[in-house]
């Protein structure tokens, strides 16, 4: 009985409310979203977080409506009737991420609404044990329309933290810290916030984006507390597609997301995989995460030079990386060797060659060569068929530069002609995630982060990373595969001021399904044959995720497992002073014994330190780090 949903209809005599309310609560009994009406038609829905018995008020308002072409769907709205709820109960695996046994399981209800011209809308509601999702539907069975505004919005009032990244079409910017709504911007995707009380964590973002839709940002222009669905700017993409959506009925939006409960619980969380599409891909077996190395990092024109490409190849080679990518300026190369040569050559010693595209087109100013194979189906087909024979296991499409529904309808276009050809995918200049990456499993990665590239665009990153890089786990990584192309010890052309010991760390906080391993490689063969032996063990695809610690902008602390094995990051931001972290190892199982290594600073910056002990799930264990440092560990059970 404990899974029954909870449902309750009744009317509210309040002259407050003026209307009927409904809820439905969460498997848990954790979480219960309510729906509730104006005066003049208009329905909204709350969130509540039940911590230790007593309500929290997770979200206050959430504001609902669309506007289609032909009529408004957002005031006025006459409550037909609620659906039976039903529960949502679904196993599946998911080859990369941050969980490889995924559960989705949640209470869902649609209530059923008519627009004085008697035109249909529903509302599609779940609430999940880790939050609540809902979207919008037609059923009528036919008809095409433009949909001119979405109204939803979330009503976040003053003393609320939050984390909010500046919206543009890359979604490279940073994450600010802040308490009230003064600052009016377009702010991107995902958005981290915490409740006055400091009782509940809530992260917003949307999942289930398909061809039927555009992307959608956050905008507080009109209320500053009031954060608005947005569409796409004209300019975006250089002018080119439709802002608003055309939608044939019937038709379902995209889920609204939102995330609740602890940190751990936004942290572990895949709920915007479990809301998207099964996967449309039935043989998966050559769809292989691994970690890559990248030579665009500590040379901007590496992929130029044969000698080059090959050295990054021996490094991968070297590591145990099974990948190594050929970046811009491929159909240029010389210093020795041409494509054909690289390729050869990288073959040779056991390597799987990548390969870069521009995605082409009116959308971008880049000109950058090869451009527009990817553009058409035709040219994608000719394109993967060469690749294909030319033994390239994965393109990295670059600079998409907008979200609007023409451009979501091309991504998903190259998605499914590379399948075709089992082809990897890796999408660059981007997105953050949709949940995609359940759908077509092999969408390895997306970049959509202020990523180590920075380090060679200006200053900036010098002195932000150390606070950026503990935010990034509780915020962006928290939706999706995040290439920051990671784990660089020496300098490009702005210089770190993070520790050793902070950058091995990364390798484990920062999931990505191909993981670009940025710096040269010396830079990895003058480490310590503690810290290079960790490089080639740690995985990139996990089968377990666990927050130990952290708050973002001061610190995080990690566990991730593959098999049986654990592994630990951790760092912190402060700038002054040592820090000393004491580590818990009461997520390992009941009498199990772990060899453990622990990679630490050492005494600087540029030095690591290493300990061997014994550990078990009663083990605690003290970590020294350096400003801005950090460390990494591995646990390996003792037969």
């Known amino acids: 009985m404990k899974w029954l949903p909870f449902l309750t209809l009744f009317l509210v005599l309040s002259l407050g409310l003026h209307g009927q309310k409904i809820g439905i609560k969460s498997p848990n009994n954790k979480l219960e979203a309510s729906l509730g009406s104006s005066g003049s038609g208009a329905w909204y829905l709350t969130v509540n977080y039940f911590n230790e018995h007593r309500p929290v008020v997770a979200i206050p308002k959430i504001e609902l409506g669309l506007s289609r072409s032909d009529q408004d769907f957002s005031t006025e709205l006459k409550f037909l009737n609620a659906g039976k709820p039903r529960f ?51 059923p009528e069975k036919e008809g095409t329309f433009v949909v ?19 919206f543009n079409p890359a979604n490279e910017g940073l994450y600010s810290t802040q308490q009230d709504g003064n600052e009016q911007k377009d702010w991107g995707y995902p958005a981290l916030f915490n409740t006055p009380d400091k009782a509940c964590w809530f992260l917003i973002h949307e999942a289930g984006l398909n061809r039927t839709y555009c992307g959608t940002k956050l905008s507080n222009y009109g209320e500053k507390n009031n954060y608005k669905l947005t569409f796409p700017d004209q300019w975006n ?10 939608v044939t009925l019937p038709w379902k939006s995209p889920w609204r997301v939102i995330m609740v409960g602890s940190l751990a619980t936004i942290v572990e969380s895949t709920l915007v995989d479990d809301v998207s599409e099964p996967s449309v891909i039935a043989k998966t077996d050559w769809i292989r995460p691994g970690k890559v190395s990248w030579n665009y990092w500590s040379d901007n024109h590496g992929t130029r030079s044969y000698k080059t490409v090959c050295a990054f190849a021996d490094l991968a080679a070297t590591m145990g990386w099974p990948y190594t990518l050929l970046d811009w300026e491929w159909d240029s190369m ?6 054909a040569d690289a390729l050869d050559y990288i073959h040779s010693i056991g390597v799987k060659p990548l390969i870069w595209y521009n995605s082409g087109g009116d959308h971008t100013w880049v000109n950058a060569t090869p451009k527009d194979r990817m553009l058409t ?107 920051y192309t990671p784990v660089t010890f020496t300098n490009s052309q702005h ?113 690591l330190s290493t300990r061997y002990l014994v550990v078990d799930k009663d083990s605690e264990l003290a970590v020294n780090m350096l400003r801005r440092g950090g460390f990494a560990a591995s646990l390996q059970p003792i037969d």
Request: aromatic share 12%; proline share 5%; with cysteine.
């Open 148 to 166: 001119k505004d979405e109204f939803t919005s979330y009503t976040i009032p003053d003393s609320t933290m939050r984390w909010l990244t500046r």
């Open 334 to 339: 010389g210093d020795g060797g041409q494509l």
């Open 237 to 246: 993409g250089r002018g080119t597609g439709e802002t608003q959506p055309t």
């Open 495 to 607: 210089p770190h001021i993070t520790s050793y010991g902070h950058e091995l760390a990364l390798s484990v906080l920062f999931e990505s399904g191909m993981q670009h391993m940025a710096d040269r490689p010396e830079g990895y063969y003058m480490l310590p044959d503690a810290a290079k032996n960790f490089l080639r063990e740690v995985p990139n695809a996990w089968d377990d995720t666990r927050l130990m610690d952290g708050y973002p902008g001061k610190e995080v602390v990690m566990a991730r497992r593959k098999g049986d094995n654990w592994y630990i990051g951790g760092i912190h931001a402060e700038a002054r002073g040592n820090k000393s972290k004491t580590l818990k190892f009461n997520f390992l199982p009941e009498g199990q014994k772990y060899r453990l290594t622990l990679i630490a600073d050492g005494n600087y910056d540029t030095a």
């Open 377 to 483: 189906h035709k040219n994608r087909m000719e394109e993967f068929a060469r690749l294909k024979k030319m033994g390239i296991y994965g393109v990295k499409v670059d600079f998409f530069e907008s979200e609007k529904q023409d451009m979501i309808n091309y991504y998903i276009d190259i998605l499914e002609d590379a399948a075709r050809f089992e082809i990897m995918v890796y999408f660059h200049g981007c997105l953050v995630p949709r949940g995609w990456a359940r759908t077509y499993p092999h969408l390895m990665t997306y970049e959509g982060v202020r990523g180590a590239e920075w380090y060679n665009n200006g200053p900036e990153l010098t002195t932000t990373a150390p606070g950026h890089n503990t935010i990034l786990p509780f915020t962006r990584n928290v939706v999706g595969g995040m290439d």
């Open 88 to 138: 949502v109960n679904e196993q599946y695996t998911a080859i990369h991420g941050k969980r490889s046994h995924c559960s989705n399981q949640a209470n869902e209800l649609t209530v059923f609404f008519e627009n004085p011209s008697k035109a249909k809308m529903n509302l599609i509601i779940r609430a999940y044990n880790d939050g609540v999702v809902f979207r919008y539907e037609f």
